[in-house]
């Protein structure tokens, strides 16, 4: 229900921009325009056909360029960006933020880049070399250099004063970040405690230094879940010798959060999180063919181990029409297995404690199930086949190849994970190779040892 | 890598509990626990198994033992609370937040909740009896009633002293709220603003009422949409007369943007995000039998189409070796439709102004992908079985079953959606009937027709 809701809200909003661009009626979809956020303009670039995409792209406020542009997937974005000129861009990115600068240098034609750095003074160049000096992917990218800093041997009341005269504070300042003479980080004094506390308190007596900075090499999956578990809004980052070089805040987070969260959905079905749904289809039909071909290799596998039992289908043709059947219960079954597994290593819930209980677990469950379709299964053979012994085979193969597939949902992606794959990508390949492989096997190797 | 990184993280910490807990030593066990997080907790409980996770769950504070009920599925906190005596759950629950405690309700027995709720003064028990008023997934369940609000025709000097005499800030508290005298909310007024204006400035001048209250009734899932969209730490809940009610948080906003996104990768294997990975074997095998014995229905319709050419595969067993590859390449392709319809369709970003453009994008790459790989299989089929009439009938089977999986993978969700279904769980089961029955209705009737 909630979800339906949601849909329907952005749905409207889509519906009544296409419309109106449809229609030609520029300057209302303009004025609609201007009261969304960058985000939300971002949503319904994705959600165009590219000629629609590019009217409405025509249509926002040069001011929102640059952070409209971060709010777009990866290709979706280098759309947006080849259909702009190079003053254009130097005027949507040269006021962005550095964090969010860096996200997108490597998006940017050199030229942009080159004149967008020319143009900064010499700190905000140091700050960017900085940040891009980090791998992808760690909180050296995900930091913002703009903090505030304070010094413990002082009053809340100079810092405050020290405050007004600064003028402004960054978005999502809930903590000060309290430092020594040489920039070290040494803990945090939240906005609140200076609101609510006596002016004349010590900065030292209001100092929450429980929590260790995070480390500028720090992973951003890792960062993501310090973030959720300890609830924060922001946090410091310093480099190996303690020193605070600049803070991640709460909005970037939930980027990699849901990014992370949709990694598995999609790439269980070989797609990238940075897919433009609307992509143009010579580049969208390389991607699929890529990945159908894989999969046509492990069909090709299957398919060669029926070959071997022609002989046994040409005598009993039953044994063709139940195949599907063996084949898709073990695929199935074992994809519920495989779901949960990869779901518990990206959270880090699965390790050498755990797994043979969850071995055994799913073991026990497969049999029960195994047993349980395997009799109702071989009843309703027993019905339309009449032959007793065909109804055995089938029965007895649907409990193997549900026992094997459970096996494999344990230890496929655990092995791909030991050797460095992406459980989330390969495993389903690679299980879906084995449930049909053995599970044909099973099934005509059985009813060729039975019933011929 | 990141995954990886992470992945090592809790599962070093998971490890280190495992093997203290197996030896017995649990004092170290205890001292580890209390450096953690009642997030950190909850994530190190829901990766034990039963008889590990009693051990842990006795060895916790009993202090933080509400927050850290609030943060695991709704299958582990059935557990743990069935393993608490009553004194011990009130103890945990009383001095929860009443939006939290509101979460926790329906989990504990009766005698707790009337136990909690005596305890509690008039305005908490008022305050709980309208949380609880509110359909579970709206910002009437996510809201607390603990805000701090200012009038506006006062100045920043009066707020400050006002807020050093109140003492303490509701966490995450980024801006106080401005009412009338009859509490409708009027606008925002930012913490930083306070800290960095002129003690003198008039609360009115530094107004932020641009973005209006959220409506206590609207949907979680759009609560969530627009704090990412507008990057919110927190934001007021209003009724319908525009009364303010409570604010919502970022950490539960976080909790929700995670668990949508989860759902997608757990519902198309018929799981439920609240499942326990470690669940004892009498509750598993029941909920995913169900799921099984749904999938064996649509394996017995492809088995029924296959029955119907019974005799074409007799004379023609190469038809029985070559069926799985037509009909799992029709599933692959569908599925990868079909994955990025549902994400679509969650985000909103699917609607009637771009259903048929995507329709068309699907159908070309299917056309290309299609002819390639029917090329491609037709070949190595000839190679295989030396029949050029069977070649060019497999060649032809799969171009057709890609067409019809990628006009399914558009449409199946999008009707599912429109009947009310939840496509990201019923999608799956649907769409693989359709591409297995139409695969082998195309491939073997094909076959009947030229061959035979």
Same sequence: chains 1, 2.
Avoid at 14 to 27: F, H, T
Avoid at 63 to 77: F, M, Q, Y
Avoid at 322 to 332: C, H, K, R, S, T
Avoid at 368 to 375: D, H, K, M, S, T
């Amino acid at each position: 229900m909630a979800e339906m809701i949601r849909q329907d809200k952005t749905a409207r909003q889509l519906r009544l921009l296409s419309d109106a661009i449809d229609s030609g009626r520029l300057g209302p979809v303009k004025r609609m325009v201007q009261t969304l956020s960058p985000a939300e303009i971002g949503n319904l670039l994705e959600s165009m056909p590219p000629h629609k995409r590019n009217v409405l792209w025509g249509l926002v406020d040069p001011e929102d360029d640059g952070e409209v542009l971060l709010h777009v997937g990866d290709e979706v974005r280098e759309g947006l960006i080849a259909d702009m000129d190079q003053d254009e861009l130097v005027a949507a990115v040269e006021d962005l933020d550095i964090d969010d600068l860096a996200d997108l240098v490597e998006d940017l034609p050199d030229a942009v880049i080159n004149e967008v750095v020319r143009s900064m003074d010499r700190d905000d160049r140091e700050r960017l070399e900085q940040v891009l000096s980090y791998d992808e992917d760690t909180a050296g990218r995900l930091m913002n250099p703009d903090v505030v800093t304070v010094r413990a041997d002082t009053t809340i009341d100079v810092v405050l004063r020290y405050l007004r005269l600064r003028g402004e504070l960054p978005d999502h300042t809930d903590y000060l970040f309290v430092v020594s003479k040489r920039h070290q980080y040494m803990g945090r004094i939240s906005v609140a405690s200076l609101l609510t506390s006596d002016p004349n308190t010590p900065i030292n007596k209001l100092i929450d230094d429980a929590q260790p900075a995070i480390d500028v090499n720090e992973s951003s999956t890792e960062v993501a879940r310090q973030f959720s578990d300890h609830d924060w809004v922001s946090a410091p980052v310093v480099d190996d010798g303690n020193v605070l070089l600049g803070r991640i805040t709460i909005d970037d987070v939930v980027d990699i959060i849901r990014e992370e969260a949709e990694h598995q959905a999609l790439s269980a079905a070989g797609l990238d999180e940075d897919e433009d749904m609307f992509s143009p289809v010579h580049k969208a039909f390389r991607r699929r063919l890529i990945w159908l071909t894989v999969n046509l290799g492990t069909a090709f596998l299957a398919a060669s181990v029926v070959d071997q039992f022609s002989p046994t289908i040409e005598k009993i043709v039953a044994l063709a029409v139940l195949m599907p059947i063996v084949a898709g219960m073990g695929g199935n079954s074992g994809t519920q297995v495989l779901t949960l597994m990869v779901r518990g290593l990206a959270l880090g819930q699965i390790g050498a404690s755990n797994v043979w209980f969850l071995l055994r677990k799913e073991l026990s469950v497969a049999l029960i199930n195994g047993l349980a379709l395997g009799v109702f299964l071989g009843v309703i053979v027993l019905i339309w086949f009449h032959q007793p012994m065909l109804s055995l085979v089938i029965g007895c193969a649907l409990l193997f190849n549900v026992l094997t597939s459970a096996a494999g949902g344990v230890l496929v992606p655990l092995a791909l994970k030991r050797m460095g794959f992406d459980p989330a990508l390969a495993g389903g390949v690679l299980l879906t190779t084995l449930t049909d492989t053995m599970g044909f096997l099973g099934f005509l190797g059985l009813a060729t040892l039975i019933l011929t």
